[in-house]
């Protein structure tokens, strides 16, 4: 037994030993391992939930507090409260309370009071302006708060909301400014009904008194003329509105082309000096420190313009007063010419207050001027846009009983070419060569002419033959491009002198119509063409010229004015 025990204390023992040495080893190990767990499982918890918290502030512009709700204690501030408010988030965990330095006393209030309403059942949603870091004028925030659902905790998210603030606000702005504009329009169209109505009233007015007095040639001829006058007035304001509502749809398109200063200088003296005379007007144009008079520009528009100021100041000028039209260089550079348009007048003036309102479209000093001086108060709405279309300004200034200047500054372009200015402007006037010629046009009569008219409307064409065969003229009528164009392939070379062509005709228009007979192999495919047409903007126009048609009249159709176009063509 003993040699036994013996034995197994000298072999065993140590492998016993061994065992339990392995067994402890590994119980220790397992502690180890468990702890370690433990350790990295509660290590998870914690950053998992600074990723929880951090994932409610992961926008830069927000940032979160967990508040505890029975003590207000502070238990979280995300990282980002700093960078937004610039405030110490130790200072804000100390006091709640600090936080109100972000906003103003009134918005402190108002945000308590809300508070104070909640009663906690659903997140309480705010917005107001608050102080951020770094910038100086207030930003916009929306604050959010609720309760966990423990009921232990305020959970308070804030936001800041400046850029979106602004895109709203720049948006309100935008659609209040939409609204004012439709309901402008609506105004713009009810007055134009109005404008429109009151003449037309008036022209149909005139014709039955003119009807009923048919036997009595005075009168009627009375109502006739005072049914033209209606009808010329009705035409203006047409027109007018016409140009009113392509510059408020931004159509109005400026004619780039050279012309002569001095010319329309010539031209603006001679339309107002009879009218001036008849009103007892001292009258005059004066061109001051030229020495340059081509320029590149939209003529027409530029004269429109002032013709408008010019009727303005002979109207409301009494007899015996003076209106003065000048026109001045101020500057020449970089090629471009730096004008000065003044017109002044010594009439009855405007009211300071009224100043401001005078570029807005139907805008007279008062009701009495419609009355007594007529219009419809859209000129002045018209030249303003013009101007500032050509990249010009105008200045008015005016004292009430001693009278108005209009300054309009525009700059532009010195045309390539002759540019002799005269030593007075009045020498600028025709030549006596030129005076001729201008002479020969105005005596010009349609007497013996053979003219082509191409017209599909019966009235429109009734009426050019009736007036111009009253003057000797002899017509023969297509009534579309089509038949315009047979019709002068069938005639002999030179068979007609003129041809006058509608645009808007079945089959073939106007326009092709001259394309057409400009290519025929004729020696007279160069005849004189004119388109006469309603459509009256500047592109009808300057298609017309680039069909190869030698101008565009108007309709309705001014007759002296085209027995002056066909005399230009023809006396050649
Ligand atoms: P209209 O002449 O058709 O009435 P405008 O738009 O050209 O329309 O002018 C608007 C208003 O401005 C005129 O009705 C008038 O009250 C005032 N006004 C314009 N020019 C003058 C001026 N030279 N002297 C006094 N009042 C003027």
Redesign the pocket.
């Known amino acids: 037994m003993n040699a036994i025990l013996g034995y197994i204390s000298r072999h065993m023992l140590p492998l016993f030993l061994l065992l339990a040495a392995s067994v402890f080893a590994v119980f220790c190990l397992g502690l180890y391992l468990r702890e370690k767990k433990r350790a990295r499982q509660t290590e998870g918890t914690v950053s998992g939930e600074r990723a929880f918290y951090q994932a409610f502030a992961v926008h830069e512009q927000e940032f979160f507090l967990l508040i505890q709700k029975s003590d207000l204690r502070i238990l979280y501030i995300s990282p980002n409260f700093q960078a937004i408010t610039g405030m110490d988030d130790a200072l804000v965990r100390s006091d709640l309370e600090t936080l109100k330095k972000l906003v103003t006393p009134k918005t402190a209030r108002h945000i308590v009071r809300q508070l104070k309403e909640w009663d906690g059942a659903q997140e309480l949603k705010m917005e107001f302006d608050y102080q951020a870091a770094g910038r100086e004028a207030f930003s916009h925030g929306c604050a959010s708060i609720q309760i966990d659902e423990s009921g232990a905790y305020y959970l308070a998210v804030f936001r800041d909301i400046t850029e979106d603030h602004e895109t709203r606000v720049a948006m309100q702005a935008e659609l209040a400014q939409a609204y004012q504009e439709s309901q402008a329009k609506t105004d713009f169209l009810s007055k134009m009904s109005h404008e429109i109505r009151t003449p037309m009233n008036g022209i149909l007015g005139m014709l039955s008194l003119a009807k009923v007095h048919v036997e009595d040639p005075q009168q009627t001829g009375y109502y006739l003329d005072r049914a033209e006058s209606l009808s010329q007035f009705l035409l203006t304001l047409i027109n007018d509105i016409l140009d009113m509502s392509r510059i408020e749809s931004g159509k109005m398109e400026l004619e780039k082309a050279a012309f002569d200063l001095f010319e329309v200088a010539e031209k603006l003296d001679s339309m107002f000096r009879s009218t001036t005379e008849a009103k007892n007007l001292q009258w005059d144009v004066q061109m001051q420190d030229f020495d340059v008079r081509r320029v590149v520009g939209d003529e027409l528009r530029m004269t429109q313009v002032i013709i ?1 100021f010019i009727s ?2 002979v109207k ?1 000028t009494p007899p015996g007063g003076a209106v003065t039209v000048t026109f001045r260089q101020m500057h020449k550079i970089d090629g471009n010419l730096h004008l000065m348009i003044r017109v002044r ?1 010594t ?4 009211k300071s207050d009224f100043i401001s309102r ?1 570029f807005r479209p139907f ?3 008062d009701a009495s ?1 419609a009355h007594h ?1 007529g ?7 018209i030249a303003d846009n013009i101007v500032r279309l050509m990249g010009g300004e105008i200045i008015v200034e005016s004292e009430e009983g001693k009278g ?1 200047e209009f300054v309009v500054y525009i700059n532009m372009p010195i045309a390539e070419g002759d540019q002799s200015v005269p030593a007075s402007w009045k020498d600028a006037r025709p030549a006596d060569e030129a005076g001729d010629r201008k002479k020969a046009i105005e005596d010009f009569t349609l007497e013996g002419l053979h003219i082509l008219l191409a017209e599909d409307n019966d009235i429109n064409a009734e009426i050019a033959i009736e007036i111009m065969e009253m003057e000797g003229a002899v017509l023969e009528r297509a009534c579309d491009g089509l038949e315009a164009v047979r019709m002068f392939q069938e005639s002999p070379e030179n068979g007609y002198d003129a041809i006058l062509m509608d645009i808007q005709m079945p089959n073939m228009t106007g326009w092709e119509a001259a394309a057409e007979i400009r290519k025929l192999d004729r020696s007279d495919a160069d005849i004189p063409i004119f388109a006469m047409s309603a459509n009256a903007f500047v592109e009808d126009k300057r298609h017309s010229v680039e069909v190869g048609m030698n101008g565009h009249i108007s309709k309705p159709v001014d007759y002296d004015e085209v027995r002056q176009r066909l005399g230009e063509a023809l006396l050649r």
Do not use: P, R, V, W
């Open positions: 408008n303005n100041a409301f007048d009439g009855k003036g405007i005078i805008e007279q000093e001027t001086y219009g419809s108060g859209l000129g002045m709405a108005t």
